[in-house]
């Protein structure tokens, strides 16, 4: 069941008296009969016995008990049973004590489910506090009172809501209650940490359940208070029948469904954070986001920014959320959107506006996707025929005008320039003789006008 290089593990561990598990993320697939992607091993071993046992080791976390073990590029983390301090940076314990038995190194772990242990050569289970039933029953409870387990570490509440959005399960009352009653304690997370737990989440099978019950807990406004907003939102529009936060969880299911990459899951998420600002209710009740695109735009710029996340994911997201209501019919404005975009960003775009589309009331559905559908086919009619041309796709250069008289810098710019808007409008102009005419009758009436 196991790979062999775990069970070679355990027996080295367990040929030299002591006790070797698999434990964590790998038990819990095991159990639900998913392959793992890593394996981690718990031990009774001290660090320094575990590095005698094996010939190559990498001391990843020696401090908090754990050493690599590398069997060729594979590498096992090996850690000593251990009950952690408390987080006060929120990511490092700032202390750990080893412990005896496998049991009390289970019982500092977050959930039932991420409690259990396997012994890889017997197969036995060791499930002190239930994890499998819970496991079956689709149970997100904390392994015994969940204020503790929150104070030690408070990703563990983004964590409870980011494995509701991995697998569809219940938080269990009380883990609940304490995730509402302690969400303050966010605050103190690294932004690292919540960025990575937000991207585990969006990923997830059931994403918007599990960014609805960061909201429902509070946890959401601690990260975000725009976030939040978006759920009192209302649109009182024909296009729309959900508040802003509930339709922006649809568009996030349906990019998901549409194969969507994290940026443009990312993307979905915020593509209306600007509404709550930009919203003006009108005489008749009803209202509208007049620029809601840019609003947007520049709070998913700040929030972005604070989740540290790179300069080039920023600009992905920031353009994918302010192009997401563009689109151009006149085939002319087709052409210069697609000089101006690179052929990646044009097609995570239109998965981001078909999944908005959907997300529209289901009269104004069809006809909001047979818009995006329709500017989409244009894009890919204007790629196909190479029409999108930029100025440095232009068949004469700077060097050719100047060789026909025109003074370097703005005059040369500007004649491109002329002559690329010129072929935008009719790309069939593009062609050497044709551009070298034109920009020799363009230089002769500039000089008659200036006589
Ligand atoms: N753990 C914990 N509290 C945390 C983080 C982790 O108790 N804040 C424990 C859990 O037992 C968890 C194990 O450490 O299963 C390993 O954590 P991690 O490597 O983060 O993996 P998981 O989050 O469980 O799963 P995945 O690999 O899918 O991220």
């Known amino acids: 069941m196991f790979p062999q290089n775990v069970i070679k593990i355990a027996k080295t561990l367990k040929n030299a008296g002591f006790d070797a598990y698999v434990v964590g993320g790998a038990v819990r697939d095991t159990v639900l009969c998913k392959l793992p992607h890593d394996y981690d091993i718990a031990t009774n071993a001290t660090p320094a016995q575990v590095k ?80 499998e039933t819970d496991l079956h029953m689709g149970v997100i409870r904390t392994v015994g009172n969940a204020e503790d387990r929150f104070k030690e570490d408070a990703l563990r509440m983004m964590r409870a809501a980011r494995f509701k959005a991995q697998f569809g399960f219940t938080i269990e009352h009380r883990t609940y209650d304490a995730m509402t009653d302690m969400h303050g304690l966010i605050s103190g997370l690294s932004k690292e940490r919540i960025h990575e737990e937000l991207n585990k989440t969006l990923q997830g099978r059931f994403a918007d359940i599990g960014i609805k019950a960061m909201e429902l807990t509070g946890i959401l406004r601690e990260i975000s208070p725009e976030l939040s907003e978006m759920f009192y ?14 339709h922006s969880l649809s568009v996030l299911m349906n990019a998901k469904e549409k194969g969507g990459s994290l940026n443009v899951l990312w993307a979905a998420l915020l593509h209306d954070m600007g509404k709550p600002e930009a919203k003006v209710i009108k005489e008749d009740g009803s209202c509208h986001f007049h620029n809601h695109a840019a609003h947007s735009g520049k709070l998913a710029y700040n929030l972005l920014r604070e989740l540290k996340f790179s300069n080039a994911e ?18 002319k404005d087709v052409r210069t959107f697609v000089a101006a975009h690179d052929k990646d960003f044009l097609d995570e775009l239109y998965i981001l506006q078909l999944a908005d589309a959907m997300a529209h009331t289901p009269r104004y559905a069809e006809e909001a996707v047979a818009e995006k559908e329709a500017f ?45 808007k010129l072929c935008i409008e009719d790309p069939s102009l593009n062609d050497e003789k044709t551009l070298y005419d034109l920009a020799e009758k363009d230089l002769k009436d500039e000089e008659r006008d200036e006589r």
Not at 104 to 125: C, H, K, W, Y
Not at 322 to 327: A, C, L, M, Q, R
Not at 383 to 391: F, S
């Open 233 to 246: 939102c209302g649109q009182e529009t024909p296009w729309h029948y959900e508040n802003v936060g509930s």
């Open 376 to 420: 989409r086919k244009d894009i890919l009619t204007v790629i196909r025929d190479k029409t999108a041309i930029r100025i440095k796709d232009l068949k004469i250069d700077g060097s050719d005008l100047k060789e026909l008289g025109y003074e370097e810098g703005i005059e040369i710019g500007l004649e491109l320039e002329k002559l690329w």
């Open 52 to 131: 005698e046992l094996f010939d190559r080791t990498i001391d990843t976390g020696i401090e908090h008990g754990t050493v690599t073990a590398m069997f060729g590029k594979e590498g096992y983390e090996i850690t000593t049973y251990r009950c952690d301090g408390k987080y006060s940076d929120g990511r490092h314990p700032d202390s750990v004590s080893f412990v005896d038995t496998i049991e009390d190194d289970l019982s500092r772990r977050d959930f039932t489910m991420n409690a259990m242990a396997i012994d890889p050569v017997t197969e036995e289970l060791v499930d002190p506090f239930g994890g």
């Open 314 to 331: 920023i600009d992905r997201i920031v353009k994918l959320v302010e192009y997401h209501d563009t689109v151009y019919a006149d085939i």
